[in-house]
């Protein structure tokens, strides 16, 4: 027997988060076969993706970058007062200047693309799976040959085209014996060739190299601008140093052939080495053409100097120099030594550093410092005689211009040396390599990954809003809230729809689908239901309140269609007749009543006949299945339902039947789509509507009962209908003291 108490306090809970979290535990519980179904499918996206997707390779080379030598002998003692710092900063920007990366571009043609085209979606994965010798080609699927499936190339190495085709497509189709066809954008026609040939026409130059293709096969040929080839590959292309300071300098390109990348890399550090050489030449070449410059300047002043010592000594005869004046000397030669080379670095300074620069200041109290060593020696040879002061001074220039143009003389040699046996301050420690075994894209594991989070978070996203937006009552307290007594709560019969043969008639009563209808009677075909034992729960409870009405008429109505009041009127009717009373239901849905189907009969002979005085009141009654329960069925549709229920012969209807039977139900069409159950309701005792769990919003369940009572009906209450099972707490079996139990006797 199955029980169930009208009306229940609430469970309580220690707090109102409390709740909330298990309701939001119990929706997603409720829809775990949408979340599994959505994730499962991203799953299975993310796997078709990782197995799909072109692979990336990676190719790598090391470049080392070595400290970098002064141009001028000597310079490394000015630098080394500062310290020295990495390079490898400047070096990167070099190797991404468009002087290497537009060099690569050009040797290998890279503002070309020539692509093979492929079949859409899977085309591609099939042509990489192709393994044959260079040459031989994958046969077509399907005799698809405009298509590559594998094997297929095109090297083009010139292409000029007019400037509006710079980034369009072309397409170049084989032919027969390595002869072509390309056309423009939209299909037009430029030229045909052959390979090894070049084409020149209207405004087009082009030249293939190779061309390995079945005839028909489709080509992609786009030419881009050259710079924009050298950005993009700038771009592309990665560069970074590898711990601080280091000089060691990773290089890496991806691109989905192997080969390709190698290519790259191999040709970029090519450049970069040899531009590195060149320039380290052209400093040293710089170098050694000032200071040829100044050999004749110094060789001439040295000259001058030694014609005028020899000629004092003429003059002057044989004089000696004190010890005194011979140590000064050196120490003088010594320091006009150094000022005359410091001199001379003036100028490699200058071109390569500002004024401000640390190493020109070095340079500069370097010379500060042999000034003031020179003004204390020049006080010191004013203390000597006149003629040894005059001697000093001759010894002196004639020393420091021999010192001078020796020097100068070995630079010049070492200089020509450095330049002769350049081979500058970078080599290449690794050659570009790939690994083609593990491509670095895609990562399959972690797009598996992700797709089964995005899965799960937009299925989990998605019940959360579906739940936000479902405005249907599922709370009967909701209900009661308003001033409406719930009498029962109905559960979902499982069965119901097995004798509908409606697999997704849930589906459809949230979509408000039509001609959703039960065709067979719950109450007669499986008795022990646990929705009729709802009802019969139901029939307990109005037993009381029919005592209290006018008559015993009881009309049974709904806020809007497919809530179900047809089925409650129907077995409600049946599970009173089985416990002795005399029923008559009576289908006053005269445009869309379907109450025959439930009984088997037809809808002729009805009420609308009895209104319309087509024939008696008893002719219209007949009997069912169901001992004690008879039926009066709509009868024919009429054109004006509503002026046939406002007739004098709907009261006298009412009035004979009322006599006949124990009890009399109502079925009337719901109240928000036509004034039909208002105009009833008035002649009958008892007027009760159905809602359905999930479909009927709070305020809707409002507004029918205002319009009731405008109309001078008091509605007794609800009959919360289709009851789900729910693990967010307010469904049948859970929270809110609505419960349900089956007990069946053993058999």
């Excluded at 010594?334 to 200041?361: C, F, G, M, V």
């Excluded at 010894?395 to 070492?414: A, F, H, M, P």
């Excluded at 509503?642 to 709907?650: G, I, K, N, V, Y």
């Excluded at 479909?695 to 409002?702: A, D």
Aim: aromatic letters at 6%; proline letters at 5%; glycine letters at 8%.
């Amino acid at each position: 027997m199955s029980t169930q108490s009208p009306t229940a306090p609430p469970q309580s809970s220690s707090t109102d988060d409390e709740i909330d979290l298990l309701a939001l535990i119990g929706t997603l519980w409720d829809n775990k076969n949408l979340i599994i179904a959505i994730t499962s499918v991203f799953t299975i996206l993310g796997v078709a993706y990782a197995l799909l997707a072109t692979p990336i390779y990676q190719a790598t080379a090391i470049i080392q970058v070595e400290e970098k030598q002064p141009g001028l002998p000597g310079m490394s003692d000015i630098t080394e007062m500062l310290g020295s710092e990495s390079e490898a900063v400047t070096e990167i920007e070099l190797i991404k200047s468009r002087s290497v990366v537009g060099s690569t571009v050009d040797k290998l043609h890279l503002a070309i693309e020539a692509e093979p085209v492929y079949a859409p979606i899977l085309g591609s994965a099939i042509a990489r799976k192709f393994k044959g010798e260079d040459g031989e080609l994958a046969t077509p699927i399907l005799g698809l040959d405009q298509y590559a499936w594998g094997g297929e190339k095109l090297a083009i190495t010139e292409l000029d085209v007019p400037d509006a085709f710079y980034g369009e497509e072309l397409e170049l189709i084989a032919k027969e014996s390595g002869s072509y066809q390309l056309f423009g954008p939209k299909g037009t026609p430029i030229l045909e060739g052959r390979t090894g040939e070049k084409r020149v026409e209207s405004g087009f130059s082009i030249y293939v190299q190779s061309l390995n293709g079945r005839p028909g096969t489709r080509f992609s040929v786009i030419k881009h601008r050259r710079l924009s080839a050298i950005i993009e590959l700038q771009e592309e292309l990665g560069a970074s140093e590898r711990g601080k300071d280091s000089g060691i300098i990773a290089l890496a390109f991806e691109h989905k052939s192997p080969e390709f990348a190698e290519d790259i890399l191999n040709t970029i550090s090519q450049f970069y080495v040899r531009q590195n050489v060149e320039r380290q030449s052209a400093e040293a070449s710089k170098s050694l053409e000032f200071l040829r410059k100044q050999l004749p300047i110094i060789k001439k002043d040295l000259e001058k100097a030694e014609a005028e010592f020899n000629s004092y000594q003429v003059k002057a005869g044989s004089v000696n120099i004190s010890a005194e004046a011979e140590a000064l000397l050196e120490q003088v030669v010594e320091i006009e030594t150094s000022i005359s080379e410091l001199q001379l670095k003036q100028a490699e300074l200058d071109r390569l550093y500002t004024r401000d620069h640390p190493n020109y200041q070095a340079w500069r109290d370097q010379m500060a410092e042999l000034q003031s060593r020179k003004n204390q020696m020049d006080k010191r040879i004013k203390g000597l005689p006149g003629t040894q002061q005059e001697l000093l001074g001759l010894k002196r220039d004639l020393e420091v211009g021999t010192e001078i143009y020796t020097q100068l003389l070995n630079s010049i040699q070492e200089l020509d040396i450095i330049r002769a046996g350049t081979v500058g301050n970078v080599r290449v420690v690794d050659d570009a390599a790939v690994d083609v075994e593990e491509p670095v894209k895609p990562k399959k594991a972690l797009i598996v990954a992700i797709a089964t989070l995005l899965g799960g978070f937009l299925s989990v996203a998605l019940v959360l809003v579906r739940s936000a937006l479902n405005r249907g009552v599922e709370n009967p307290d909701d209900i009661e809230a308003i001033g409406l007594p719930v009498y029962t709560s109905i559960p979902l019969s499982d069965e119901q729809r097995k004798l509908d043969g409606a697999g997704k008639r849930r589906q459809a009563i949230r979509k408000k689908q039509k001609n959703q209808h039960p065709h067979d009677l719950l109450a007669h075909k499986n008795p022990t239901d646990i929705a009729v034992e709802s009802l019969r729960n139901l029939r307990t409870s109005l037993h009381f309140a029919m005592l209290e009405a006018e008559n015993n008429v009881m009309m049974i109505s709904g806020p809007s269609p497919n809530v179900g009041k047809s089925f409650v009127s129907g077995n409600l009717a049946a599970v009173v007749a089985q416990a002795g009373q005399r029923v008559l239901l009576i289908d006053m849905d005269l445009r869309k009543g379907y109450m025959h189907k439930m009984f088997g009969m037809q809808p002729d002979n009805g009420v609308s006949d009895v209104l319309g005085k087509r024939i008696s009141v008893q002719e219209a009654i007949k009997p069912t299945r169901v001992g004690e329960l008879f039926v009066m069925p709509r009868g024919v549709i009429p054109p004006n339902p509503s002026e046939l229920l406002m007739s004098q012969q709907l009261t006298d209807l009412l009035n004979e039947v009322k006599e006949q039977f124990d009890l009399v139900i109502v079925d009337t069409p719901p109240i928000m789509a036509v004034t039909d159950a208002a105009i009833v309701g008035r002649q009958c005792g008892v007027t009760m509507i159905v809602a359905r769990f999930g479909l009927n919003p709070i305020k809707e369940l409002e507004v029918t009962k205002q319009r009731f009572e405008q109309n001078g009906i008091t509605v007794k209450g609800v009959v919360l209908n289709a009851v789900e099972r729910r693990a967010s707490g307010y469904g049948y079996g859970y929270g809110y003291g609505y419960y349900h139990y089956e007990y069946k006797s053993d058999k």
